[in-house]
């Protein structure tokens, strides 16, 4: 009997001086692919290990870049071990294993990074143990780092962070399908609502808000604070992500608005409160800001289209406090009030829908 499984690959990156953990890492990965969640989700894992799986090649470039080719080009996730040594320098960073780490994360991959803070052996090397701190203590900066202190601990929160992996590529996978059959739909015409059901309508439009609130950037345990650097870099990427995946609802709500149906406007109306709110958070006010994104995307969206279709009855609509947003901090106000503050965040996603021409019928002007 045939079986189909969705594989990704592991990258196991260290210096030398690990070998043990190495192969707790390895046999984790591989234990993996026998446990429940493997057989109940149809995901495999495949563990790649330089000393197992490059080969040697001459004329490709120098030694780091021949196996970030045959073995980081390949990878989803990349698990790094650290204890005394940062690694040998090459010519792009202070190490192998921290080029390895840069790339991974410059390519978007899943970065695990664990450092043993075990005894450090007497024979170890002052200068690369204090090498190996400055480039800890820099990542510290830029996301959490995992410690441990036995090989028992190591394989419990490699399990964790393998998991978190899987449950995330599905989630993924899973919003890209739907992105992609929403967009695949013809969309009604203007003025031509009633030949789609509005079951349909409201299916899709809850598809496409469902995406967005499946990235990982609106999550609750995400971070809303750190160094300057970091928010910079931090602001950018979630920003991107909330916007790329609200692209399947700013079709939806402009088509929506096309309709001129105002059963259909009723339907991604109430949407907007429900993607609106910004829980009451400590932290840097941009990246709170954020998590209004998707109700103020869809807001500006839904106003533009308006406009657009010289819908005046549901541009006034908008302007008015008649749809409110709670947010912990402010209470109840109205939408135009609460989402014209993350208009900054949301401007990027909205120059198609400015320049979306108007429906058949209405064109000539007033």
């Known amino acids: 009997m045939s079986y189909s499984a969705e594989l990704l690959t592991v990258l196991v990156a260290s210096p030398v001086d690990v070998p043990a953990a190495r192969a707790v890492v390895r046999g984790e990965i591989e234990g993996w692919n026998h446990s429940a969640s493997a057989r109940a989700l149809d995901v495999e894992l495949r563990a790649k290990l330089w000393e197992l799986d490059s080969v040697p090649e001459l004329g490709a470039g120098d030694a780091q870049q021949v196996l970030n080719r045959q073995l980081l080009d390949s990878a989803d996730i990349l698990i790094a071990v650290f204890h005394a040594r940062l690694g040998t320098a090459t010519a792009r960073a202070v190490s192998g294993t921290a080029e390895e780490i840069e790339e991974a994360i410059a390519r978007k991959l899943q970065v695990h990074v664990f450092v043993d803070l075990g005894d450090i052996p007497r024979d170890h090397d002052p200068q690369q143990l204090a090498e190996l701190k400055d480039f800890v ?17 190591l394989a419990h929160k490699v399990r964790q962070a393998l998991d978190a992996d899987v449950n995330q590529f599905l989630r993924h996978a899973a919003a890209a399908r739907a992105t992609a059959d ?8 203007g003025g031509q609502a009633a030949t789609a059901p509005r079951t349909v309508w409201r299916d899709d439009l809850n598809a496409a808000a469902d995406v967005v609130l499946g990235v990982d950037s609106l999550g609750a345990a995400q ?4 160094s300057p650097e970091w928010i910079r870099e931090t602001l950018s990427a979630r920003r991107t992500e909330i916007l790329d995946a609200s692209a399947g609802l700013v079709r939806q709500v402009t088509n929506a608005v096309r309709s001129r149906d105002p059963e259909i406007a009723s339907m991604w ?14 932290g840097i006010t941009a990246l709170l800001n954020l998590l209004r994104a998707p109700g103020a995307v869809l ?24 749809i409110q947003v709670e947010d912990p901090l402010h209470g109840s106000r109205p939408a135009v009030e609460a989402c014209g503050q ?3 965040t949301t401007a990027a996603a909205l120059p198609a829908v400015a320049r979306l021409p108007r429906s058949d019928t209405r064109r000539g002007g007033r």
């Open 137 to 153: 203590a820099s990542l510290r900066e830029r996301g959490l780092i995992g410690d441990f202190r036995s090989h028992d601990e």
């Open 182 to 189: 929403i967009s695949a739909r013809e969309p009604p015409a």
């Open 223 to 226: 971070p809303v604070d750190g």
């Open 269 to 282: 109306l109430d949407l907007v409160p429900t993607l609106a709110p910004n829980p009451f958070r400590g």
């Open 299 to 322: 807001f500006h969206a839904g106003g533009l289209a308006a406009c657009a279709e010289r819908n005046d009855e549901l541009t006034g609509l908008l302007l008015t406090d008649r």
């Open 342 to 344: 993350t208009s900054s």
